[in-house]
């Protein structure tokens, strides 16, 4: 079993900043990717950025330019920065684990965070 603890999120004003961080803990021997998804109401899920073990990232267009996603994978953990937020990037905020491979475990698996909210005020 693989917990994922977000931190950091919460109310902001428009062109402000926050930074969101995520810790994974359990029994991992590796995590080829981590990121962060974003849900707003009534809306899918989507990509904000994902960051690999390789060091490639990839994030979502509204996002580009203006978040910034870095991973300490020492401490199988990941921060988002985020600036120049804007009021369409309100929403629950998911850290990503995709392909945990963990002790004992014969296939790697994909873990969600419980998602942290982000509300970003005009």
């Known amino acids: 079993q693989v917990d994922l603890v977000e931190s950091g999120g919460g109310l902001v004003h428009s062109g402000g900043s926050l930074r969101l961080s995520c810790v994974a803990s359990?029994?991992?021997?590796?995590?080829?990717?981590m990121g962060w998804y974003r849900q707003a109401p009534g809306k899918q899920r989507e990509l904000v950025a994902t960051?690999?073990?390789?060091?490639?990232?990839k994030y979502g267009e509204p996002y580009k330019g203006r978040f910034t996603l870095s991973r300490d994978n020492t401490k199988n953990a990941v921060d988002l920065q985020m600036t120049s937020l804007k009021p369409e990037d309100t929403g629950v905020y998911y850290c990503?684990?995709?392909?945990?491979?963990?002790?004992?475990?014969?296939?790697?698996?994909?873990?969600w965070g419980k998602g942290i909210l982000v509300t970003v005020s005009s």
């Open positions: 960051l690999t073990n390789e060091s490639q990232t």
């Open positions: 990503y684990a995709g392909e945990v491979a963990t002790t004992g475990s014969y296939y790697a698996e994909d873990y």
């Open positions: 359990g029994r991992i021997d590796d995590i080829a990717t």
